[in-house]
């Protein structure tokens, strides 16, 4: 099958503190680098090599991958010594694909969560002829996304940029962040400079008369760009909802790596991932929460939708809702945070420091 492109060298600035210290693709996810279910669910798609497009803390990703061959794959890196946006990375890595001037080229973002039928776009991309096949999908309110209207062939009109009026919004189909490149095309995008394939590119092919189709599949499909969305897509891996062969374990209400050590009374649902080396004590309850490796969550601390980072400790009798714990941070006993409150790396948060009252 086709050759992929991953776009991973975003700096993950909505999910602060989860990227300070670690880029936002290898943030764990149902237990393992968010990438490595991206990898997982190419290589089965019949994917066999892939350039990785990094940039932030780009050092990190070749050592915990290497060449790929673990997870049957053959992987390369190409980093950006500037921010290139999509379309220049994808522009910077063409050097490393292997595919012929009319063949197709995969290219994913490092940030979706998706249950995309891989082989269907393709084979979408094949038999209309295109230059570029987006997939797309339909959401509710698209005001937050770029709109991608399509004619009854599903070939593509236009591209609207986040619509704010009524007026604006002529469809609920967006773009999903997911393409297939005729090879040639990738080369038309210009080099040495940022270019935003959503804003420029696409656009900018489509006026020159450029084919453009649209595929819409609209399974499971999550922009995991803020925390909330990333410990919700985490849950949904474990629960079974989005589909990866690369979750460690079977689908259920929760997954506990072999390391890790839970109290016999605690109680553990949701899609709860508990990170290797990390320890639940005795009467806590965790619901659709990520806990990661190495992190202390106290006796009768209640967590609910929240991430508590490695290393950090959450304090007896806690009540974390909808929370974001940075690496290495002391949550002290008895505190109750939520509404997407994040407390920093190795923050110190003394007991009682922060409560709310009944009615609020």
Same mark, same amino acid.
């Given at each position: 099958? /086709?050759?992929?492109? $991953? $776009?991973?060298?975003?700096?993950? =600035?909505?999910?602060?503190? +989860? ?27 019949? !994917?066999?090599?892939? !350039? ?35 379309? #220049? ?10 595919? #012929? ?11 979706? $969560? =998706? ?23 339909? !959401?509710? &309110?698209?005001?937050?996304?770029? +709109?991608?209207?399509? &004619? @009854?062939?599903?070939?593509? /009109? @236009? ?25 040639? !095309? ?14 420029? =590119? ?14 819409? &599949?609209? /399974?499971?499909? $999550? ?67 990520? %806990? ?21 400790? %959450? ?43 009944? &009615?609020?």
């Amino acid at each position: 099958m /086709t050759e992929a492109i $991953l $776009l991973v060298g975003g700096k993950g =600035t909505r999910l602060r503190p +989860l990227t300070v210290n670690t880029p936002k693709p290898m943030v764990p996810a149902a237990g393992v680098p968010f990438l490595t279910h991206q990898l997982a669910r190419a290589r089965a798609a019949g !994917v066999e090599h892939i !350039v990785l497009a990094t940039s932030y803390l780009a050092e990190v990703f070749e050592p915990h991958f290497g060449d790929g061959s673990d997870l049957g794959l053959s992987l390369e890196y190409v980093t950006e010594e500037e921010p290139l946006g999509t379309g #220049g990375a994808i522009r910077n890595v063409a050097s490393r694909l292997h595919s #012929g001037p009319d063949e197709p080229v995969l290219i994913f973002n490092g940030d979706i $969560l =998706t249950g995309l039928d891989i082989r269907a776009l393709v084979d979408t991309h094949a038999t209309s002829g295109a230059d570029v096949s987006l997939h797309l999908t339909r !959401v509710e &309110d698209p005001r937050a996304f770029g +709109l991608v209207p399509t &004619d @009854a062939t599903g070939r593509v /009109t @236009a591209f609207l940029e986040k619509p704010q009026t009524p007026e604006e919004i002529v469809t609920d189909q967006i773009n999903a962040g997911a393409y297939v490149f005729r090879r040639s !095309v990738i080369d038309r995008i210009p080099t040495g400079r940022p270019v935003s394939v959503e804003r420029e =590119t696409f656009p900018e092919l489509l006026s020159s008369g450029a084919h453009l189709q649209g595929m819409v &599949d609209s /399974t499971y499909w $999550l922009d995991l760009g803020t925390p909330q969305a990333f410990v919700r897509g985490s849950a949904d891996l474990v629960l079974g909802r989005a589909p990866s062969p690369a979750v460690p374990g079977r689908c259920g209400d929760r997954l506990v790596l072999p390391s890790a050590r839970v109290a016999p009374d605690a109680k553990l649902t949701g899609g709860t991932v508990v990170g290797a080396d990390a320890v639940i004590g005795d009467g806590a309850r965790v619901a659709g929460s990520t %806990i990661l490796a190495g992190a202390v969550i106290e006796p009768g601390a209640v967590i609910t939708d929240s991430l508590v980072g490695a290393g950090a400790r %959450i304090g007896a009798r806690t009540v974390l809702t909808g929370a974001v714990i940075g690496d290495g941070a002391q949550v002290g006993p008895d505190n109750e945070l939520r509404d997407g409150i994040r407390i920093w790396c190795d923050t110190t948060l003394p007991a009682n420091a922060v409560r709310f009252s009944s &009615d609020q």
